[in-house]
Nanobody, 124 residues
Framework: QVQLVESGGGLVQAGGSLRVSCAASRGTFSSYAMGWFRQAPGKEREFVTVISWSGDRIYYADSVKGRFTISRDNAKNTVYLQMNSLKPEDTAVYYC?????????????????WGQGTQVTVSS
């Protein structure tokens, strides 16, 4: 059973930056595609970004392209999400997720394991 723990969320002003991390334990982190999703109050969980197990394939939602960067360190079993130029509409709970199929996918139902989420709040 893979366990994922997010950290690094918080409150930031619009235009600011935050980096959230997701540490994995158990399982074989280096073989999983890792995704970040977010969910704002009253809205469905939405795709933010995904990185393949090797890091050679990365996809972003249009809403974050050019502002967010995903990366991973397989030696540390950790995936990161660097968020720059934050906007109030980025406010949400951010979740990391692992896809053990190794296929790079953007739909939440494709992912096998989820973290508990970390709150990111961007004030205007």
């Amino acid at each position: 059973q893979v366990q994922l723990v997010e950290s690094g969320g918080g409150l930031v002003q619009a235009g600011g930056s935050l980096r959230v991390s997701c540490a994995a334990s158990r399982g074989t982190f280096s073989s999983y595609a890792m995704g970040w999703f977010r969910q704002a109050p009253g809205k469905e969980r939405e795709f933010v970004t995904v990185i393949s197990w090797s890091g050679d394939r990365i996809y972003y939602a249009d809403s974050v392209k050019g502002r967010f960067t995903i990366s991973r360190d397989n030696a540390k079993n950790t995936v990161y999400l660097q968020m720059n130029s934050l906007k109030p509409e980025d406010t949400a709970v951010y979740y990391c997720a692992a896809d053990t199929s190794r296929v790079v996918r953007t739909t939440p139902t494709a992912y096998d394991y989820w973290g508990q989420g970390t709150q990111v709040t961007v004030s205007s």
